[in-house]
């Protein structure tokens, strides 16, 4: 088992910065990659960014490229989502999210390829 706590969220305006961590605990060895999801109200939760743990690579949604940057900490177990031009539309439970590889047919951005959760950050952005 792979506990996650999440840290981080809070009340921001647009434009704003915010950064998320993740401290995973536990048998960690297994983890394959760590991603961060989020979910607004109404909305299906939705993929946002991940890393692959051993070898740093790093993935995307359109919605956030180029604002948004997942890193990890190893000494640590840590990820963390450093958050920069925030937007209204980025309103939203952010949750942390490790897989051990293959869940999901190594599917980085399907929530399925995740084994283990967090309870969830709330971000909101506000104008």
């Known amino acids: 088992q792979v506990q996650l706590v999440e840290s981080g969220g809070g009340l921001v305006q647009a434009g704003d910065s915010l950064r998320l961590s993740c401290a995973a605990s536990?048998?960690?060895?297994?983890?394959?990659?760590m991603g961060w999801f989020r979910q607004a109200p109404g909305k299906e939760r939705e993929f946002v960014a991940t890393i692959i743990w051993s070898s740093g690579g790093t993935y995307y949604a359109d919605s956030v490229k180029g604002r948004f940057t997942i890193s990890r900490d190893n000494a640590k177990n840590t990820v963390y989502l450093q958050m920069n031009s925030l937007k209204l539309e980025d309103t939203a439970v952010y949750y942390c999210?490790?897989?051990?590889?293959?869940?999901?047919?190594?599917?980085?951005?399907?929530?399925?390829?995740?084994?283990?959760w967090g309870q969830g950050t709330q971000v909101t952005v506000s104008s």
């Open positions: 536990g048998r960690t060895f297994s983890t394959y990659a």
């Open positions: 999210a490790a897989g051990r590889g293959g869940s999901g047919g190594y599917d980085l951005r399907s929530r399925y390829e995740y084994d283990y």
